[in-house]
Nanobody
Framework: QVQLVESGGDSVESGGSLTLSCVAS????????MAWFRQPPGKEREGVAF???????NYANSVKGRFTISRDKAKDTMLLQMNDLKPEDSAMYYC?????????????????????????WGRGTHVTVSS
């Protein structure tokens, strides 16, 4: 099994920055791709950023140019650097991971291109952006 733990969520003002962290433990050798999702209050979960096994990345259109996803495989850690935060970025942010075997399983949604269903999820970290 793989365990994922997110941290770094906080309350910030519009225009501020945060860095979210996701630390994996357990059978981390199973992980080849990872992603960040978010779920605003009363809304559906959406993909925010994806990083594939070859290091390629993609982002939801709403965060492109403001967020950066990265991964340190040696430390089993994934980061999400979030700049120029906006009130609409307020949400619970979740880390997800899986053993991606084929891009034929990927789906496209508003700029996000990757898996939508993952075997491993964290419990989330909350981000609030005030105007």
């Amino acid at each position: 099994q793989v365990q994922l733990v997110e941290s770094g969520g906080d309350s910030v003002e519009s225009g501020g920055s945060l860095t979210l962290s996701c630390v994996a433990s357990g059978e981390t050798w199973k992980i080849t791709c990872m992603a960040w999702f978010r779920q605003p209050p009363g809304k559906e979960r959406e993909g925010v950023a994806f990083i594939d096994s070859d290091g390629s990345t993609n982002y939801a259109n709403s965060v492109k140019g403001r967020f950066t996803i990265s991964r340190d495989k040696a430390k089993d850690t994934m980061l999400l650097q979030m700049n120029d935060l906006k009130p609409e970025d307020s949400a619970m942010y979740y880390c997800a991971a899986d053993q991606c075997t084929s891009r034929s399983q990927y789906t496209y949604s508003n700029g996000y291109y990757g898996l939508t269903e993952y075997n491993y999820w964290g419990r989330g970290t909350h981000v609030t952006v005030s105007s």
